[in-house]
């Protein structure tokens, strides 16, 4: 039997700056994993992911990336994510950084 | 040093405006990400977690205050402020944007620098002992012979396009400073019986996954068959080296497949074929490539102020007595600046600290500068009078550091605070265990213990040949470190030990200190390290403080 499909979101890193970026349900990519669209459904997690790997002049190595949902949105559930979603632990540079200065 | 001339100028130019068109056609669309990361990669750009990763080439980790300064400018203008040395003499930028990267380029090419070949399937940036040009032990500067190699190899057209990359090492003194055993191939400068210089070659050394200790192919090369026969190792191991499985491309699992004898047989096939087609335009090349590494001239003078200076300031003996190594001029000092503060990053400088060390390094050091694999920074040649107050001003600047082969002179690879590779951060594990032996005032008295840590199997961190070695992995979504002891980088090499099933992240640094605790017991005397602890006593001491409920149970 096929494992059960887990929920996901989808990210890559914008081509520019190189960040982590995610994308969101009105098709925008957002810089914050609670703005991404938590997909549920396996063949829209595909169809999504194809829509995002067209996008070639955006973003680079569009992924499904495994998510719960939280209260303020779609979390990681893999310490990976985490970091990606944070930034480094030996600075506060990175996402942690931009929302420092907000 | 090596200065450019019209037609390296030229070459890495016209690299840098080839860049930046691909750059600009990767930006408008015309370029897929498929077809430009082979170009990006050519040109050291990686693409890593949080951002793009630009490696710079530091060639066998020489520079200039010029250069060292160029670095810091990239950092400040281009990055945030700091950038990170490696353990292949490099340094890594962690911020750059992709628009800016030709500009950076063409920055670093202003003062002879590139990252050409920092990545790929390539011949990489040949490696050396850091101390090259200065140690008392060595039997020439290795430095000419790296930069020939440098040469031959970059933009060899032959060798662009491999299985998997090849790493060069040199070195030419009785340590090995450069860990010439855990390379693909190693060229060692020796002398033979009859009194002459030539070259004793290992191939089929790395870490990685399957570590392995490189072997003898050649025991003694005459000097003028180097790049004929270089040619012929790689060219050997490019035909026959495996292509299907990307971990078994290096030429480790080559010599191991086919054994050095065969291997050895089939590189003087090849050399026999190639070697009179070498008609000594490479010899001449060396030998000018010779007149750029003359020594410089030494000053002479008195070293009173040291001597008074180490009498009566404790903080200044405790450093020199851990971070100067011994020159070839009894009044003279290799200075080893540690870029390893109790707490901080391993590796990283920030752009002042650069701006500092280039200062010093032109004001006291003859305008040299090395790169350690071990993550510091070297000034080859220094007066033992100007010593303490370079000291002075080291420590004004978060350089200052007394730790130069103690145990918080740890190794550590960017792992995943940063990598896209890495299966478990080290950067942090590092900061704690500096920090823990720190507070507990032990490390002078611990003395010799290297400590090195990879975030994955690929072990850039050389946690293999550490005395303790820390390899993060990811067991079933959680950060996980296994333990190694006994190994060694020196030409005494060995594979270090697994200790046991591995340790989480918040159990790592006392398990550590668990095993430094045994050493410290059951250590002969003060004089005995910790490896020669290891190599006497064994796994079974350690293993019984690393896991002491295994022991219960078989009780």
Redesign the interface.
């Known amino acids: 039997m096929a494992r059960a499909f887990t929920p996901k979101v989808i990210t890559a ?1 914008a ?6 970026i995610y994308l969101t349900d009105d098709d925008q990519w957002s810089r914050e994993l609670s703005k991404a669209e938590l997909i549920t459904d396996e063949a829209h997690a595909q169809l999504r992911l194809l829509d995002a790997s067209a996008q ?2 955006e973003v ?2 569009a992924y499904l990336a495994d998510a719960k949902a939280g209260p303020n949105g779609p979390e990681p ?4 994510e985490e ?2 979603r944070t ?5 506060a ?3 942690q950084e931009a929302e420092a200065n907000v | 040093m090596y200065k450019y001339n019209d037609f390296d100028t030229a070459f890495v130019t016209e690299r840098n405006a080839q860049f930046r068109a691909q750059v600009e056609r990767r930006i408008d669309g015309s370029l897929t990400e498929d077809e430009f990361k082979p170009l990006r990669l050519m040109n050291g750009l990686y693409l890593q977690l949080h951002a793009y990763m630009l490696r710079v080439a530091v060639p066998y980790g020489s520079l200039n205050s010029a250069q060292m300064n160029t670095l810091a400018l990239l950092a400040e203008k281009w990055d945030k402020g700091y950038g990170h040395f490696t353990t292949r003499q490099n340094i890594q930028y962690n911020w750059p944007k992709l628009s800016d990267v030709p500009d950076m380029l063409d920055a670093l090419a202003e003062v002879g620098m590139h990252a050409i070949q920092t990545s790929g399937n390539t011949i990489r940036n040949v490696t050396s002992d850091h101390f090259a040009g200065a140690a008392a032990d060595e039997l020439e500067d290795p430095r000419p012979v790296a930069e020939l190699i440098r040469q031959w190899s970059t933009d060899h057209p032959e060798f662009q396009f491999m299985g998997r990359k090849f790493k060069i090492a040199v070195g030419a003194a009785t340590k090995d400073r450069a860990v010439l055993k855990a390379h693909d191939l190693a060229v060692r400068i020796v002398k033979n019986d009859a009194g002459e210089t030539g070259y004793q070659i290992l191939v089929g050394g790395g870490l990685g996954r399957t570590p392995m200790i490189g072997k003898v192919i050649n025991d003694f090369l005459p000097r003028a068959d180097l790049l004929p026969y270089i040619e012929s190792v790689v060219s050997v191991w490019n035909q026959i080296g495996r292509r299907d499985n990307k971990y078994k491309a290096r030429i480790k699992i080559t010599v191991h497949e086919h054994g050095i004898d065969d291997i050895r047989a089939r590189v003087d096939a090849r050399f026999a074929l190639i070697r009179p087609t070498f008609t000594g335009a490479d010899q001449d090349l060396l030998a000018e490539i010779k007149t750029h590494f003359v020594a410089p001239i030494f000053r002479s003078g008195g070293i009173e102020t040291y001597d008074v200076a180490y009498k009566a300031d404790p903080v200044f003996r405790a450093w020199a007595d851990t971070n100067l190594a011994e020159h070839r001029h009894a009044d003279h000092a290799i200075v080893t600046i540690s870029i390893k503060k109790h707490g901080a990053t391993p590796g990283d400088a920030s752009a002042e600290q650069m701006r500092v060390m280039a200062d010093l390094a032109a004001k006291f050091g003859y305008d040299e500068l090395r790169i350690s694999h071990e993550q510091n920074v070297i000034l080859p040649h220094v007066h033992k009078s100007d010593l303490p107050a370079m000291h002075a001003q080291l420590k004004e600047h978060g350089l200052g550091t007394a730790n130069i082969g103690l145990i918080s002179d740890i190794i550590a690879c960017p792992g995943m605070d940063y990598c896209a590779l890495a299966t478990a951060r080290a950067i942090p594990v590092a900061e704690q265990i500096a920090t823990r032996f720190d507070e507990l005032k032990l490390e002078h008295d611990i003395g010799n213990l290297q400590i090195k840590i990879s975030g994955c199997i690929n072990a850039c961190g050389h946690h293999h040949v550490a005395h303790i070695g820390i390899l993060g992995l990811d067991r079933a979504g959680v950060e996980n470190y296994q333990i190694t002891l006994g190994g060694d980088a020196t030409w005494s090499a060995a594979i270090g030990e697994r200790a046991g099933p591995g340790f989480a992240y918040d159990e790592i640094v006392p398990a550590v200190e668990r095993i430094v605790g045994t050493y410290l017991e059951i250590r002969d005397n003060a004089d005995e390290t910790f490896l020669e602890t290891f190599r006497r006593v064994g796994m079974a001491p350690f293993k019984a403080a690393l896991y002491p409920e295994a022991i219960k149970k078989v009780a």
């Open positions: 890193n081509l520019l700056e190189g960040d982590v070639v002049s680079v190595g559930t893999h310490f990976r970091f990606r930034g480094p632990s030996n600075y540079h990175g996402k």
